[in-house]
């Protein structure tokens, strides 16, 4: 992963500068774009100037939530300074002074169905407007991946992984301690000292999103989230731009191809390039996990075969490879419990199906394993090693 320091906006000299300011001639912030912009003066032919719009709808370009309500509370500070065709040319501000005022500002406002995203509250706090209603509204996909952030900063670890999609899989098979080491030995996250949202995009379906951050003015890092419950978690995050979310299944597909042929070497070189920006990729933990498997370190495919499982409980595959590690290392009850659950997720899977009756056969549960067996037999008939054991099972039980 090339790590470089990035170019500062030269306006406040402290934030990425992710535009180019037309009216500047330099790159700037989006915190300073809004401050600029704000006056509606910026040339057409810039992708951030703004139309002539209300005081409740902007017409102009941003790229996240965070962006566009800065943009309104900035509007919101020129409206309420500037005298008002529709108060008889009165100030806001001036008006918010008297009560009789303040119920002319709140008469007017509450005519209109305002959009959940603008931020009424901040006017209402601003004119003091203690009797404007204002709904407050559940968290956006951009406040989960914010507070998700601030967490990562101060080392909540706790925290952190309560906001994962996964997070009552691991609580209920005590593995929550597992996954923080895994995103709490990461160099990117431990190193967080300042970290500033850039962007965010959410799906036509509206129920996934990207939230793109900026790290220590020095890397790129962007969080994924899936609705589910009408509640927004974390899913997994990489470092790097968004756009790298479409890279991952074309980075695996060559991965995999690489060990097909039994190339290490090469897949070694790409599992280490990719997996410092997929660092939640369940699919790359599988492929070290293959990888070591292949080149005969079993303590090290079983770590990362236990780390796919983690990042992703119901990636069958990888269930049953680290299940096999343990029953092949003699820690049977831990196989079997592994087994029991992959058949509740995929009940016809052969290999599975084969070794839990190879345990059963052990521990002298005939009956049990012929069922599976049999039907392990019965959608495989070509499987040879189950055959064998139902050969041996059927000496055992006569």
């Keep these: 992963m090339k790590i470089f320091k990035k170019k500062k906006c030269k306006i406040c000299k402290d934030k990425t500068g992710t535009r180019f300011c037309l009216r500047k001639g330099f790159n700037i912030c989006w915190e300073d774009c809004n401050i600029l912009r704000v006056d509606e003066k910026c040339p057409d032919e810039?992708?951030?100037h703004l139309?002539?719009?209300d005081i409740m709808q902007l017409k102009g370009k941003s790229d996240s939530q965070m962006e566009y309500i800065d943009l309104l509370k900035?509007?919101?500070?020129?409206?309420?300074?500037?005298?008002?065709?529709i108060f008889q040319d009165k100030i806001p501000v001036t008006m918010a002074e008297s009560s009789d005022g303040r119920k002319k500002i709140v008469d007017f406002l509450s005519q209109f169905k305002i959009n959940p995203m603008v931020p009424l509250s901040y006017l209402k706090e601003r004119l003091?407007?203690?009797?404007?209603?204002?709904?407050?509204?559940?968290?956006?996909?951009?406040?989960?991946?914010?507070?998700?952030?601030?967490?990562?900063?101060?080392?909540?670890?706790?925290k952190v992984a309560s906001f994962m999609t996964n997070h009552n899989y691991w609580v209920a098979h005590e593995m929550e301690d597992e996954f923080i080491k895994i995103i709490s030995n990461n160099m990117v996250i431990k190193k967080i000292n300042n970290f500033d949202l850039i962007s965010s995009a959410l799906t036509k379906e509206k129920d996934q999103a990207l939230v793109y951050f900026d790290i220590n003015n020095k890397f790129d890092l962007t969080i994924s989230l899936k609705l589910t419950n009408d509640h927004w978690n974390i899913r997994s995050l990489i470092i790097g731009k968004p756009e790298l979310f479409n890279s991952?299944?074309?980075?695996?597909?060559?991965?995999?191809?690489l060990l097909s042929k039994n190339e290490t070497t090469k897949a070694f070189e790409l599992l280490s390039k990719y997996s410092s920006i997929y660092i939640m990729s369940s699919d790359f933990e599988y492929y070290w996990g293959l990888y070591y498997t292949f080149t005969k370190n079993q303590d090290k495919a079983e770590k990362h075969f236990l780390q796919a499982m983690i990042l992703d409980p119901?990636?069958?595959?990888?269930?049953?490879?680290y299940a096999f590690i343990l029953h092949s290392k003699g820690e049977i009850e831990s196989a079997k419990s592994l087994y029991k659950e992959i058949l509740q997720?995929?009940?016809?899977?052969?290999?599975?199906?084969?070794n839990f009756a190879s345990i059963l056969i052990d521990e002298k549960e005939y009956k049990e394993a012929e069922k599976?067996?049999?039907k392990c037999i019965k959608s495989n008939p070509e499987f040879e090693i189950a055959k064998q054991n139902l050969e041996r099972l059927e000496k055992l039980m006569n």
């Design 372 to 374: 599976l067996l049999n």
């Design 74 to 85: 900035k509007q919101m500070d020129i409206w309420v300074k500037k005298p008002q065709s």
């Design 46 to 48: 810039c992708d951030y």
């Design 314 to 321: 119901a990636f069958v595959e990888v269930k049953y490879n």
């Design 248 to 257: 991952e299944s074309e980075a695996i597909q060559q991965i995999a191809i």
């Design 345 to 354: 997720e995929a009940p016809n899977e052969p290999k599975t199906l084969n």
């Design 51 to 53: 139309q002539n719009s």
């Design 128 to 158: 003091s407007l203690d009797d404007l209603k204002v709904v407050s509204n559940p968290q956006t996909y951009e406040d989960i991946a914010f507070e998700f952030m601030q967490n990562l900063y101060t080392n909540e670890w706790v």
